[in-house]
């Protein structure tokens, strides 16, 4: 796959969109399967998809699909994050039980923040309603 060096840090607009981001999804394969483009401009390309060492047709199309899926992965991801911390901040259970909320929400930060070079919802601990630091 060809790839553009990163221009660094990314802030988060209220929307969710990366100010100096990643081209604009939906992203689609082209139908040659080698070409990862935004769909509303097939003249672009965002990846270019090839295994040299390999003559697997088949593991080169899986792989652009997968790429052609980040923009909406990455919505979606952002969508949990934000989803699994406004239930711990509600949360009215044992605190203990509320351990595998905090990890899926640590592992969706830290999917967000390689795919983005290192976007973070904020800096601040997760602060629950009554109080309590998460």
């Known amino acids: 796959m060809t790839s553009v060096p990163h221009s660094g840090a990314k802030s988060v607009t209220p929307g969710g969109s990366v100010a100096g981001g990643h081209t604009k999804g939906p992203w689609v394969v082209t139908s040659d399967g080698h070409y990862v483009s935004p769909a509303a401009d097939l003249t672009k390309i965002v990846a270019l998809v090839f295994r040299p060492d390999t003559d697997s047709e088949t593991e080169r199309h899986d792989n652009a ?5 980040a923009p909406d992965l990455l919505e979606a ?22 351990v ?13 923040a390689k795919a983005t070079a290192g976007e973070t919802r904020n ?5 629950r309603r009554d109080g309590d630091e998460g």
């Open 65 to 69: 699909y997968l790429m052609a899926a």
């Open 77 to 98: 991801l952002r969508e949990a994050r934000d989803a699994l911390h406004q239930h711990y901040v509600d949360w009215d259970g044992e605190p203990e039980d509320a």
């Open 100 to 112: 595998p909320l905090q990890l899926a929400r640590a592992k969706c930060e830290a999917a967000i």
């Open 123 to 127: 800096a601040e601990p997760i602060h």
